[in-house]
């Protein structure tokens, strides 16, 4: 693992092992190529523990994180590809019918759910364990690092990546302090480990930031957790007119988390007084785009509380009970009235159409149990604008109701065989006839509102009254969200600490000028009580190397500084006196 | 004229800048080639004295030994006043024109009111004005003259295609982008890219130096002039920071936005998918280049690959059906 603290020992700041010197790389390739008798290394027997040990070694190192990330990127692509179920489950069915051959396969592989596959969660979960096995003990390393005092100062300061080398006139301690004071002001932490030498560190704060981003990601990853687990969600198409009450047994879908309570869910009641809606009218590419859905609502937070007015539009949800509400979608409700052949009230009801394209071109049913001697079942379509001549079957050509009509086949039978739950969006017609005419040709019905249909036979008729809009709205709680906030917000932070400060040492060490000592060699003890240069004759040299762990212009800079605040001292001394 | 028309009359003038631009900037390549040669030879003759002398006083050390082979000293390169002229030249016309891409880009904000990125024309312009922009900036201060052609030339690819391709009328916002998160995670996306493409090109440069200077080619060209490959990698690695740095702020505003507008703040719509991919790809780059035994080249692949994906975000992932998800607001 290399979570090294150590910037001596990157080989990316070592100079010798830098890479751009011609024929090094060749000439190790021609070595691997020509060494005839390679040996496989022998291993040491590991033992159960040890083997374990090894694995966990693997796992958490920062090779492995680079795989792992490697390998999530390459994962979640499927997921945009292929239609996934978890967006939009008809889109997945669609697939399936159109590729039967190859669907089968991709669907046993997870190639519709990518993102809850077992081979998705097996990377993430992977890189998770190696992320927190590979959090905790660098965090007892930093920790045990903070509270260190920097190195020794090398032998040879020459050697390091940025190192300059002044002679001045202060004497070898004045000049030691000189240096400290730069130092000081650029928040280094000092220690000297002899007389005549400093050592400083500083950039603590980035492996600070570091592992807080680190830390920060597992706690993203548990706020989504804690999401999945507590978190709920229901949806409802409640048409314009119409009142909801919240209950478990009232959304159309609700999908609550594993330890949700669906007993006790807020208990609002909203009903849906307007819903506003706008399509650009200009001709042009983006005709019939739309430009504003607004929901003029009634809400109270439970029943007899007291109501209020409250608007939900796009980006603009309201609260209630910690749960938000949400405009997601729209669509229109034919109002359409089935009666008998004598004239009775079998049906009526506004009936949600589901929008297929975005000219609202819309399917539903309407399901008449009571109708005897059969039941009755309609479905087909609802064009807001519809396209007159029905040359290329039904389609509407606008989004909002210029021309609005309904166009609907009859069936006959038994509606629900079995007895089985089934969508109200979707007529089964298993055990059904389509209803024809004398001639034998299918019934196919175009009505406009206000218009009446005759059934063939004595079986009544259909009305098609007026259409109201529908509001798709979601219900939706998330408890894991503000932690997962908190920690993106943390993560962002770190990763800015970790990725700008640097970390840096800096040493200086001076010698009485003259003492023969040779660039870079030993100081030899002793010699600081040499004279002092009071007279203005250069008295000592001053060596200051600088390491840093990575790419560091702002390093030289720092050496260039300690190098001029020692001459900068004995200007001002010079001035006062 | 309205403002739109304004806008548009700047997109043109800018793109004629540009051209311009792109042929000043070939114009100072052409003059460094020959410049290096001639420095070369100097700095060789010079080389053979020093490693003469050097072998006579014992094993040379190992940095001294590096800049004694030709074509790695980039520092070393004298630039002659004809290439430093026509950089210059060229340098002028990047700002002008990318000013007035910019101010395009506001005009045509002011003529919609709201930001000037809700379509795909929109898009691409601004992002092409993010990019004009970061290298206006950064251009001079960092010496990157040499990097001219490689930025301005995509840039105007770019407008060309937006203009032919994806031209949109200025027009109102869908519902779902009336945010004033539309603002800022979208802008902040932009300069991600920005620093991103500005890496990328420094990152391919690299990859050619590094060769370069590993199997000195027998004649040498502009690549010789510019930084020695470790300083371009060192570069490229900044600009990569600086862009992840913004792309996880892009990435989390997004998620907000998301909660607000669909009520869930990550649900794997292709658009979300494919900002993830990248945000991985570029962490795995990082990780590259922060582990030891893992070099700098194939870290810079890893790099490219995740600027690969960022192309896929901004075209495939908005045009194509396949990707169809909540993002589809790209006007087409
Ligand atoms: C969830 C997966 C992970 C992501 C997204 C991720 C991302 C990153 C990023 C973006 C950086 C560069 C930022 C910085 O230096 O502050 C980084 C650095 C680092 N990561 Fe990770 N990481 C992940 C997992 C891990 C794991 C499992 C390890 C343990 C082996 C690890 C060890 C490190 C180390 C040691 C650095 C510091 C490099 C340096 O000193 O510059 N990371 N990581």
Known sequence: MSTDTNPTTSPATDPATAKGTPGTGAGERVRKGMRPDRQEPTLPTLGTVGMLRWGWRQLTSMRTALFLLLLLSIAAVPGSIFPQRNIDAGRVADYIAQNPTSSPWLDKLGFFDVYASPWFSAIYLLLFVSLVGCIVPRTKVHLSALRSTPPRAPARLQRLDEHAEVTTTLAPDEALAAARAVLKRKRFRLHSHDATSVSAESGYLRETGNLLFHLALTGIIIGMAVGHLLGWRGDIILAEGDKFASSAGTYNTISPGPWVDTETLPPFVLSLDKLHVEFNETPGRSFGTPRLFDAQTTLQSSPGAPASSENVSVNHPITVDGADIFLLGNGYTPVITVRDAKGAVLYREATPFLPQDGNYRSVGVIKVPSASPKQLGFTGFFLPTAEPTFTNGPVSIFPDTNNPEVALSVWEGNLFPGGAPQSVYTLNTDEMKQVTKADGSPTLIRLKPGQTYQLPGDRGSITFDSVKRFAGLSVRTDPGAPISLVSAILATLGLILGLTIKRRRVFVRVRPAGSGAAAGGSTPDGGLDSPAGADGRPATVVTIGGLSKDSDPGLAAIVTAIAAGVPDRLAERTDRS | ?332
């Open chain 2, 1 to 332: 004229m309205n403002l739109a028309a304004n806008a548009n009359a700047a997109l043109y003038a800018s793109m004629i800048v540009y051209t311009l631009a792109m042929l000043a900037f070939t114009w100072h390549l052409a003059a460094r080639a020959p410049t290096v040669a001639d420095s070369l030879a100097t700095a060789g003759a010079v080389a053979n004295e020093r490693e003469g002398v050097l072998v006579g006083a014992g094993a040379p050390a190992p940095s001294e030994r590096r800049s004694a082979t030709p074509y790695a000293a980039g520092p070393g390169f004298e630039e002659s006043i004809k290439s430093r002229q026509r950089g210059s030249i060229a340098l002028m016309l990047t700002y002008l024109a990318s000013a007035l891409l910019v101010a395009s880009v506001l005009m045509r904000g002011l003529a919609v009111g709201r930001p000037p990125w809700g379509n795909m024309f929109e898009f691409a312009t601004a992002a092409a004005a993010a990019v004009g922009a970061a290298y206006s900036v950064l251009a001079k201060r960092n010496n990157w003259q040499w990097l001219g052609v490689f930025i301005v030339t995509p840039i105007l690819l770019v407008l060309g295609l937006a203009l032919t391709v994806l031209y949109t009328e200025a027009g109102e916002l869908m519902p779902a982008l009336k945010s004033y998160w539309l603002g800022i995670h979208v802008s902040v996306a932009f300069l991600a890219v920005a620093f991103f493409t500005l890496a990328f090109a420094i990152g391919l440069l690299y990859l050619v130096r590094l060769r370069r200077e590993e199997k000195p080619p027998a004649k040498p060209s502009f690549i010789e002039s510019l930084p020695s490959s470790a300083s371009l990698e060192r570069t490229a690695y900044s600009l990569n920071m600086v862009a992840f740095i913004l792309w996880t702020f892009t990435l989390i505003a997004g998620a907000i936005w998301a909660k607000q507008a669909w009520g869930a703040y990550w649900q794997w719509d292709p658009k979300e998918v494919w900002t993830f991919v990248i945000w991985t790809v570029y962490a795995a780059y990082m990780h590259g280049r922060a582990t030891a035994g893992v070099d700098h080249r194939k870290s810079t692949y890893i790099a490219l690959a995740g600027y690969v994906a960022v192309i896929i975000n901004f075209t495939l992932v908005n045009l194509v059906s396949t990707f169809v998800g909540m993002h589809n607001y790209s006007g087409m």
